[in-house]
Nanobody
C-alpha cells in the first residue's frame, strides 16, 4: 500500500505561481510513476503531468506545457508540480497519483492509477 499526501494548494491571481507537493509513505521499495490530475466539478478528471520512475521522463498535457514542471526528490519521497503563469482555467482540485504503469495510463487514457492522494484545491482569479 502507498499513502499519498498533497500540499501547497491555495489561491493566486492570474499569472501567479504555486508549487504542489506529493509526499509518499508506505511500500516505497517498488518504483512508481507519479502523476498529477485535476478535476473541475461536472467535468472529467484530466491528466496534467507524470514523471517516470524508470528514467525520470516526463509528460505534460498540452494545456499546461511550458507552464508546469514536474520533478521528484527521491530522498524526500516527494514529487512536485511547479505551476507558473497560472490562468483561471487552471482552477481545479489537483490530485497526485501513483502506479507502476502510470506513464502508460496517463498518456493513453486507459486504466486507472492504483493510489491517490486526497486532493488540493487550486484557485486562480482573474
Amino acid at each position: 500500500q502507498l499513502h499519498l499526501v498533497e500540499s501547497g494548494g491555495g489561491s493566486v491571481q492570474y499569472g501567479g505561481s504555486l508549487k504542489l507537493s506529493c509526499t509518499a509513505s508506505g511500500s516505497l521499495s517498488v518504483p512508481y510513476d507519479v502523476g498529477w490530475y485535476r478535476q473541475v466539478p461536472g467535468k472529467e478528471r484530466e491528466g496534467v503531468s507524470c514523471i517516470s520512475s524508470r528514467d525520470d521522463s516526463t509528460y505534460y498535457a498540452d494545456s499546461v506545457k511550458g507552464r508546469f514542471t514536474i520533478s521528484r526528490d527521491n530522498a524526500k519521497n516527494t514529487v512536485y508540480l511547479q505551476m507558473n503563469s497560472l490562468k483561471p482555467e487552471d482552477t481545479a482540485v489537483y490530485y497526485c497519483a501513483a502506479d507502476r504503469e502510470g506513464m502508460r495510463i496517463i498518456t493513453t487514457g486507459l486504466g486507472w492509477f492504483d493510489f491517490w492522494g486526497q486532493g488540493a484545491q487550486v484557485t486562480v482569479s482573474s
